[in-house]
């Protein structure tokens, strides 16, 4: 069983920033978290920054720059610096954790709210 809770989301204004946390709570010592993902209103649920077992980290394109990931601890927190907020960037952001050495296994929070106001 993998636990994940988001938060951090809010309203914030354009070019504004906010970061957002992903707390993970599990007894299984395979789970490490994953990256951050997030859907906006009637699209495809996408990438927005991943992180490898060795720590590199990766970034949507839309993203770079501003997006920034780390994971703390022995993998049992992750943030989301977001910086120079843009009108294309309001979604819900969702944290994932996998079971290292099982594939397909993906494990998800409920989510936190990303808005800008106009």
């Known amino acids: 069983q993998v636990r994940l809770v988001e938060s951090g989301g809010g309203l914030v204004q354009p070019g504004g920033a906010l970061t957002l946390s992903c707390t993970m709570s599990?007894?299984?010592?395979?789970?490490?978290?994953r990256g951050w993902y997030r859907q906006a209103p009637g699209e495809q649920r996408e990438v927005v920054a991943t992180?490898?077992?060795?720590?590199?980290?990766n970034y949507a394109d839309s993203v770079k720059g501003r997006f920034s990931l780390t994971r703390n601890g022995p993998r049992r927190t992750m943030s989301l610096q977001i910086n120079t907020l843009k009108p294309e960037d309001p979604a819900v952001y969702y944290c994932?954790?996998?079971?290292?050495?099982?594939?397909?296994?993906?494990?998800w929070g409920q989510g936190t709210q990303v808005t800008v106001s106009s």
């Open positions: 599990t007894s299984d010592s395979r789970a490490s978290l």
């Open positions: 992180i490898t077992g060795a720590g590199n980290t």
């Open positions: 994932c954790a996998v079971l290292l050495g099982v594939g397909g296994s993906a494990y």
